[in-house]
């Protein structure tokens, strides 16, 4: 085949992608043995033909034709890369994301880190048990306060009551007052989208969290319009907005379809969408825009039942003398506990706290900007290029975040080899594949069933995985991001499950 003229610089191009397509066929697509990176330095590659020539497979596969893939497998005791595929292309990242703040927030704060809220009873106790004042809640950001997570742990409750009656306090003249000033406004990024605000998995941050910072919502279907409201838990001071249509069975909605939209300074929550109508009432978990509301409304109802008197009143602060007796200093349980549980769970809520957490470490505003900016900090200082991380959230939930391959499988790397002067191994924090969290369904019908520990990220258009392999004692880190692939989620997951097992075939 010939070309002149113009046609001869495609004629070139054609040429070489005949001769790559030859190549990938033979499998003898081979990668230069140091590649350059973001910043100009130079990262050793030293590729594993075979394990090369399964991700040269996977990579080329009809189905990513038209989207982003971004792979990386580097051996952890020497950081070399032994099979990659554009390992520096930044992608979205989804949940992986979560291994950054996590790792970030070990490095960080230490594997005896807690959370913290203190309790305090503000004001004089008379002879006759009268607090002439408050009881006042003060938070630090706890994520597992009142979890169903971490129920075993004991309840914040529980602990006031126990500790008012302790100290003789039979009648409080103020209210049970929550300082939720720790944690500045706005409660959520600016980078989510507003369609994930009022779904559980989109709950936002405050100085005090409660139940998961989720609430249920069920109501009556059975009438021309949805009525009877019921908000569990008992949160009195949020408004609740229906705008949700009734429809006969077979009549336009073939599903229930109910949204919210949360308001956080009112607070609110507005109902819209469509439900059956039916007999069985509807009932559906959202994020709870005030979750320091229900907290203080569980304190009041366990006051009133110990038969503690609450009359919930506005006292003048001059008429509050200062005297603080302190209640309750309530512990989160240790971080690598909170750690695992948000990584099996891919929680975004606990993961958003522990970013600000990290940002609030030098006494500065707990912020996600400060957050982020403490990652980059820590990485850098321990050699890794931060240049491809492109951090928007703690969680992974912007389309905003961004990450290579690389380095993620660096960070995976030096968080691993910091396991013994942290106290803590943090490839033991990921979900395991076929065993454990959101890996369950992943790996279980194949030869890798509990050996490969990783962490999943998938939102629309996006699967991602990085971890470690072996799970109990890792050689390797591997990652593996894919944008807008054009097959099913189900037949990528299948492709990634063939490319981990070509990847580290059993013996």
Aim: net charge neutral.
């Amino acid at each position: 085949m010939f070309f002149s003229g113009k046609n001869q610089k495609l004629g070139k191009r054609l040429h070489y992608n005949i001769m790559c397509v030859a190549a990938l066929q033979l499998g003898a697509i081979v990668m230069p043995a140091t590649v350059a990176a973001a910043d100009g330095a130079a990262r050793d590659v030293q590729p594993d033909s075979a394990m090369q020539a399964a991700v040269d497979r996977f990579a080329f596969d009809p189905s990513l034709r038209y989207g982003s893939v971004g792979v990386c497998v580097t051996r952890i005791d020497s950081g070399t890369v032994v099979a990659a595929h554009t390992p520096d292309e930044a992608c979205i990242t989804a949940s992986t994301m979560k291994t950054v703040t996590s790792a970030t927030a070990l490095e960080l704060l230490g594997k005896d880190y807690t959370f913290g809220t203190r309790v305090m009873a503000v004001g004089r106790i008379d002879r006759h048990g009268t607090l002439h004042g408050n009881i006042v809640v003060r938070g630090e950001g706890d994520p597992t306060l009142g979890s169903r997570y971490f129920a075993g742990h004991g309840s914040i409750v529980d602990s006031i009551v126990a500790k008012v009656h302790e100290h003789g306090i039979k009648k409080i003249d103020g209210r049970v007052i929550v300082d939720t000033s720790a944690i500045p406004y706005p409660p959520v990024g600016n980078c989510w989208m507003f369609d994930d605000l009022g779904y559980d998995y989109g709950a936002g941050c405050f100085g005090v969290c409660f139940a998961d910072n989720v609430l249920s919502i069920s109501f009556d279907r059975s009438g021309e319009e949805p009525t009877d409201f019921l908000v569990e838990p008992v949160t009195t001071q949020l408004s609740v907005d229906s705008r949700i249509k009734l429809y006969d069975e077979g009549e336009q909605m073939a599903v229930d379809f109910v949204e919210a939209v949360p308001d956080y300074d009112l607070p609110s929550l507005t109902l819209w969408g469509g439900a059956r109508r039916g007999e069985k009432r509807m009932k559906q978990t959202f994020a709870n825009p005030a979750p320091y509301y229900t907290l203080e409304d569980s304190v009041l109802r366990g006051l009133r039942y110990a038969d503690i008197r609450v009359k919930d009143k506005q006292l003048r602060p001059d008429k509050i003398e200062d005297d603080t007796l302190m209640l309750v200093d309530f512990r989160s349980p240790l971080l690598p506990e909170v750690l695992r549980s948000l990584l099996y769970r891919s929680d975004n809520m606990f993961t958003e706290m522990t970013l600000r957490a990290v940002a609030a470490i030098d006494g500065k505003p707990a912020t996600i900007k400060n957050g982020v900016a403490r990652v980059h900090e820590l990485w850098k200082q321990k050699g890794v290029d931060c240049v491809p991380l492109f951090m928007r959230d703690g969680s992974g939930l912007s389309r905003n975040n961004k990450a290579s391959a690389r380095f993620l499988c660096e960070m995976l790397r030096r968080v691993y080899a910091d396991r013994d002067s942290l106290g803590c191994d943090f490839s033991q924090l990921l979900p395991v594949g076929g065993v454990s969290g959101t890996l369950k369904s992943l790996l279980g019908k194949t030869p890798l069933c509990g050996k490969v520990a990783l962490k999943s990220g998938s939102m629309s258009d996006v699967q991602c995985f990085t971890g470690y392999y072996p799970a109990d004692k890792p050689e390797y880190t591997v990652t593996i991001l894919v944008n807008n692939f054009v097959c099913s989620r189900a037949q990528l997951r299948r492709n990634i499950e063939q490319l981990l097992v070509e990847l580290f075939p059993q013996k």
